[in-house]
């Protein structure tokens, strides 16, 4: 009988790949999407040159102790470039181009019966 267990952190998972890529000699840059449970967003994690699994790692471990707690998420070193999903750039962005508009603001669309006055404005 086999056992295994397939439980792993997200650095496990980014240096199981890179190691597969490794042994396909896949071009260098390599970047990778993955979520981070612990900033809980998706990053992208760039991989310029070719390096090591162990300076791999040793490279994520550096990152999620300097990132740790702060509020910063994105972070380098000559391995290892973690880039924030652009997708969360915009909504932080759309959040604050609301708040800077309010004025601007538009109405929700009318949902119900419509009142005697509004039936007017229609006509």
């Known amino acids: ?12 998972t980014l ?6 890529d490794l042994k396909d000699n896949s ?5 990778y999407l993955l979520w981070n449970p612990q900033k809980k967003k998706d990053l992208y994690y760039l991989i310029p040159n070719k390096i090591e699994v162990q300076e791999l ?3 994520l471990v550096k990152y999620h102790q300097a990132t740790k707690g702060a509020s910063d998420i994105e972070w380098q070193n000559e391995h ?6 652009p997708r969360y750039s915009q909504e932080t962005g759309a959040v604050q ?3 800077n508009d309010e004025d601007n603001q538009r109405e ?10 509004t039936q007017d404005q229609q006509k």
């Open 15 to 20: 240096s199981l790949q890179y190691s597969y």
């Open 97 to 99: 181009s609301n708040d």
């Open 80 to 85: 290892v470039k973690v880039i924030l999903h």
């Open 27 to 31: 071009p260098h840059p390599i970047k």
């Open 57 to 59: 790692r040793r490279s």
């Open 108 to 117: 929700p669309p009318y949902r119900g019966i419509p009142s005697e006055e």
């Open 1 to 12: 009988m086999t056992s295994r267990n397939l439980n792993g952190n997200w650095v496990d």
